[in-house]
């Protein structure tokens, strides 16, 4: 990304209050005083500052892209906060992580885990000892759902079914008639190894008559004990796939699969009926 998409992102996710409010009740309720915190993909380094004042006494806020860094520098030098983080700009995977890490708080989060690194990078933790049973996870727990649904694809006049993503829910707007509940087709827990090459087959019950041509993809975000969200104007908003065309009717039972490679993005994401 060049410096103004950087920034951009950086600015939505701070307007999102509702995600970052989220995650700042959670990092309150999380941190203890005197806590070793890592904050992964620190952005801005909103959520190591909040680390910060909720008594941690280091924060290491870890970002891979040069000027999100010296950002995130200014922000918790201009905050009075230099003494407790320390804003490291390099691949993680290269960073030489203490062993000591109390809490783990890391947003690298798109639907499904479809495109961001945060399964990836989640395995990479484990595998090198720095996320324990005992580590303390913001987010602990992600839920990938999907509901089918009669989706409008016709834009201007032309008929273009594609994935559409687009913030403040906008791709929700053309949804013409549900026709299935949510299904749950993968349940996370980041504290354990993530198999990011998805591959399921589910069975739904059809809810309604009509015309199935989509399914909506949305997921449910852990945060601390008894919080969760779903999704908010920045953080897994819902996203369009489309399917072949089938009409079906009230109390069938539909055969759905979903293949994709976390962090490879919706380029081969592949969602069919059975």
């Not at 700042?24 to 806590?35: N, S």
């Not at 006494?57 to 230099?82: H, M, S, W």
């Not at 690194?117 to 996320?131: A, F």
């Amino acid at each position: 990304m060049d410096i103004f998409s950087n920034l951009m992102v950086i600015g939505e996710c701070l307007l999102d209050k509702r995600r970052t409010k989220a995650f700042k009740q959670a990092i309150e309720r999380t941190v203890k005083r005197g806590d070793v915190v890592i904050d992964i993909g620190t952005g801005s380094g909103v959520l190591a500052m909040f680390a910060a004042k909720a008594g941690a006494k280091k924060v290491y806020g870890v970002e891979i892209a040069d000027d999100v860094a010296n950002f995130a520098k200014q922000n918790v030098t201009t905050n009075k906060l230099t003494d407790k983080i320390e804003v490291i700009n390099a691949d993680m995977k290269k960073f030489n992580f203490p062993h000591n890490v109390d809490v783990v708080t890391m947003e690298l989060m798109d639907t499904g885990l479809v495109a961001e690194q945060q399964g990836v990078v989640n395995n990479w933790l484990l595998k090198k000892g720095i996320i324990t049973p005992e580590t303390r996870l913001i987010p602990y727990r992600y839920q990938c759902t999907f509901q089918l649904v009669t989706y409008d694809f016709n834009f201007y006049g032309l008929d273009m079914p594609f994935v559409i993503q687009a913030r403040n829910f906008a791709a929700t707007q053309n949804i013409k008639k549900k026709l299935s509940e949510r299904v749950v087709y993968k349940d996370i827990d980041f504290h354990k190894y993530i198999e990011t090459n998805v591959d399921v087959t589910v069975e739904v019950k059809i809810i309604s008559d009509g015309i199935l041509n989509g399914l909506v993809l949305e997921s449910k975000t852990f945060l601390s004990k008894n919080q969760a969200i779903w999704g908010t104007t920045d953080l897994n908003m819902p996203v369009i796939i489309p399917l072949t065309e089938r009409k079906i009717k009230k109390g069938d039972i539909v055969n759905v699969r979903i293949k994709y490679e976390m962090g490879k993005g919706f380029g081969k994401f592949k969602a069919e009926l059975l």
